[in-house]
């Protein structure tokens, strides 16, 4: 069983979204940190997502075992992992990751507590992600915005700058969650799911997604200087290739992390 709760975390899967943790502690590492506050924070960060993965995997079984797709990455769809086993687990992980928040300081666990409350109505009733709008608004939020700010935090304060790149992760989040929405569209259609690209259709979709990438990348660049923020809309020419689209996002996040723009 062992094996199939680590499955059930999918850690492979979310590495960006460690990711998001990592680039906020990039902008507030010290140059001699606390290296057991560090650890703490980097097992946190890995349980936080984890659980935001398993807990989804629980109570999207139904639709997953009629995608052939997401049944191999969820075992609690293929019968690997029952429910409450897959519960139980996830609620270790998230109890866990609270425990050490809690001991990174109270500030710390607030953000960290606001990310398992949303990645939770997210996946479990209410169900967030089965309400159009609110369910790309939430994702932007913990698995974007909230997830920076969690590694931005580290040094005790949050800038003006770390809070316009937590605005930029958000808006490149938003149309993170409409790809994950558009791949799976047939499959959430079939299932009778009420996503955002199934209300406002394929098409709008795509166009958001386009915009929200433009967005996020010209805001990043707009914090080095105003009239770079017009770069972004070089985005819409990668609108066919969400890969590059990624790269040229992770490439301006790297470089502001660094200090080089």
């Known amino acids: 069983m062992l094996r199939a709760v680590i499955r059930n975390a999918r850690i492979p899967d979310g590495r960006a979204f460690v990711g998001m943790g990592l680039l906020g502690l990039a902008f507030s590492l010290e140059n001699s940190p606390d290296y057991t506050r560090l650890v703490m924070f980097l097992i946190s960060l890995v349980l936080y997502v984890a659980y935001a993965f398993a807990i989804n995997n629980c109570f999207d079984?139904?639709?997953?075992?009629?995608?052939?797709?997401?049944?191999?990455?969820?075992?609690?769809?293929?019968?690997?992992?029952?429910?409450g086993a897959g519960i139980a687990s996830s609620l270790a992980m998230a109890l866990l990751g609270l425990g050490l928040a809690g001991r990174l300081g109270v500030g710390d666990l607030v953000?960290?507590?606001?990310?398992?409350?949303?990645?939770?109505?997210?996946?479990?009733?209410?169900?967030?992600?089965?309400?159009?709008v609110v369910d790309v608004l939430?994702?932007?939020?913990?698995?974007?915005?909230?997830?920076?700010?969690?590694?931005?935090?580290?040094?005790?304060?949050?800038?003006?700058?770390e809070w316009g790149i937590a605005a930029a992760v958000f808006l490149y989040s938003l149309a993170l969650e409409l790809r994950n929405h558009l791949?799976?569209?047939?499959?959430?259609?079939?299932?009778?799911?009420?996503t955002t690209p199934?209300?406002?259709?394929?098409?709008?979709?795509?166009t958001l997604v386009i915009a929200f990438s433009a967005?996020?990348?010209g805001l990043a660049l707009a914090g080095v200087q105003p009239t770079l923020g017009l770069l972004g809309a070089t985005i819409y020419g990668l609108r066919t290739n969400y890969r590059l689209m990624d790269a040229a996002m992770a490439a301006v996040?790297?470089?502001?992390?660094?200090?080089?723009?």
Request: proline fraction near 6%; aromatic fraction near 10%; charged fraction near 20%.
């Open 253 to 261: 996040l790297i470089f502001r992390a660094s200090g080089v723009v």
């Open 111 to 132: 953000v960290y507590a606001s990310m398992i409350l949303l990645a939770t109505a997210y996946s479990a009733p209410p169900r967030l992600k089965a309400r159009p």
């Open 138 to 161: 939430s994702h932007g939020a913990f698995f974007g915005a909230l997830p920076f700010l969690y590694g931005a935090y580290f040094d005790g304060s949050i800038t003006v700058e």
């Open 183 to 194: 791949e799976d569209y047939e499959s959430d259609l079939k299932a009778g799911l009420r």
């Open 61 to 83: 079984a139904d639709t997953d075992s009629i995608n052939p797709r997401k049944r191999e990455k969820n075992p609690v769809a293929s019968g690997e992992l029952s429910f």
């Open 198 to 206: 199934i209300v406002i259709g394929k098409g709008l979709s795509e």
């Open 215 to 217: 967005g996020a990348v």
